[in-house]
């Protein structure tokens, strides 16, 4: 079993440097533009996120303004009509929610089937119209989720009529889920809709998950196999329309797949050396997103959360031993990778460990030294000279 969870760790980390495996996203590692060289960087990362070829730019770039063509104006009319739909869906969907809360209790088991199971399915004859009609675009987003809403608490409902005294959530939940991807799955097959390949991927997870739960299968083992099935899902969908779910699809299946490492390594080894392993792993990550200039967001993010779990665990290793001075060692070598890096987020992780633990050696070691300060300063200033001093013979080489 060790050697599995070495091999396993040996391949996530591989796989970071060599095929970019991404571990979490968020805003921290999006880098603003605030010069020339950044503006170039984000336009790249446009271009291949959508396929742009540089004739294309170039031929957008020859059109003169006057040419292209301009969102026609929305007349009075239809601005009115949208209001009032949208006035009148909500209205609708508060009668019915304020209904179903006041005399819930006081309903039979098929006014409350038709409350909520009847009323999801005619949300999804709304939802087919118009996505047939092709007349009301903006309707579609809200009448898919209200539809899938409302029907998944509908089947909730009547399995719990129809078996008022059964405790068995993982069955109810599995036949949930099967029946609502085999709805989703059937409609994005027909229109193709971002929200409805959501709707799929959320449900089909759902199914694999309580049904890998009902067959006795560890939540680690669970979480490796469908947070690395999602990460490639994920890889897909950036070659499809529905590219706009790619990154929250490898932000949700890399947190999956992590934490069922960190469980596994938890338990073979130390919480410590989870914390340092898993953490390594997500800069790992976050370096082959780099390199493959894929997803700012995630890659500095990964930067962010991975260097916190390893300075953690490293932390927790070290302390009150002989080898207290290998954090500080360590995390100044971090330094230069930051640089190399250009990664705000790892500098500001690393900036704070140094600062803590010298804090902390501090306390511990020079608690009523006036010399220690002293010689920190000093060092600080010598740091600075010699920074200094590089910059000024590198711009005369």
Known sequence: MIWLLLLIVIVVLLGGGMWGWPLLAGLLGASSVTDKASALESIAQLMRNYDITPAEVDAALRVPAAARPVAAKRSRGDVAKTLFIYLGAIFILAGVGTYIGTFWQSMGSAMRVFTTLGVGYILLIVLVSALHEDKYPRLILPLALASVFTMTGGWFVLIHEVYPHGDNWRAAALFVFGVMAVHQGA?????????????????????????????????????????????????????????????????????????????????????????????????????????????????????????????????????????????????????YACVVLQSRALLFTTVIAMLGFIGYFTAKHFANSLGWPITLVLMGVAFLGVGTIAIKVRRQL
């Not at 596994?264 to 390594?280: C, E, K, L, M, Q």
């Not at 500095?300 to 500080?328: K, R």
């Open 187 to 335: 409609l994005l097959g027909k229109y193709r809709l971002t929200v409805l390949a959501f709707t799929t991927l959320f449900f089909v997870y759902g199914f694999m998950q309580v049904g890998l739960d009902m067959l006795g299968v560890p939540f680690a083992y669970i979480a490796i196999v469908l947070g690395a099935s999602l990460f490639l899902v994920a890889t897909a969908l950036e070659k499809m329309p529905q590219r706009l779910l790619a990154e929250p699809a490898l932000l949700i299946g890399t947190i999956w797949l992590n934490s069922g490492l960190f469980d596994r390594i938890a338990v073979a080894t130390s919480a410590d050396w989870a914390g340092v392993i898993t953490g390594v792993c997500v800069m790992s990550a976050a370096f082959g997103l780099h390199k493959a200039g894929r997803y700012p967001r995630l890659t500095g993010l990964g930067y962010f959360i991975g260097s916190i779990m390893a300075y953690s665990g490293l932390f927790d290793l070290v302390h009150n031993t002989s080898f207290e001075l290998v954090y500080l060692a360590l995390s100044a070598a971090m330094l």
